[in-house]
């Protein structure tokens, strides 16, 4: 018992049961409570801290989600365009008139 093992293990423990014998109780006001508390960050604005982290983290997965999940839209394409063309009224021939006996004229 005579090596510095031993006389460090034994003066760490005097100073400790020292410390916990005369240190200031958790509800005592001290300097250095004081101290430290004036340089700490309250706790309502790391709650609003936390909360936009969470509201922009949500957002983030929303969009992160609906990029995953899009899809392209689907397109049909005609193998023959020019189809298109037969119903255009500007292709109809001069003086053929549509037959507008059946239309009925709605009173609003």
Do not use: C
């Not at 989600?65 to 255009?88: E, F, V, W």
Request: aromatic share 12%; no cysteine; proline share 8%.
């Amino acid at each position: 018992f005579s090596t510095p093992f031993w006389r460090h293990t034994v003066l760490l423990s005097l100073l400790a049961v020292g410390f916990y014998k005369w240190a200031p109780s958790p509800n005592q006001d001290v300097y250095l409570t004081r101290w430290l508390a004036q340089y700490m960050t309250p706790s309502e604005i790391w709650a609003a801290i936390n909360e936009k982290h969470l509201l922009l983290s949500q957002q983030a997965s929303d969009n992160t989600i609906l990029q995953t999940n899009a899809k392209r839209p689907n397109m049909h394409r005609y193998r023959y365009p020019q189809i298109l063309d037969t119903g255009s009224p500007h292709l109809q021939p001069v003086g053929r008139v549509p037959d507008m006996s059946s239309a009925v004229v709605r009173s609003g």
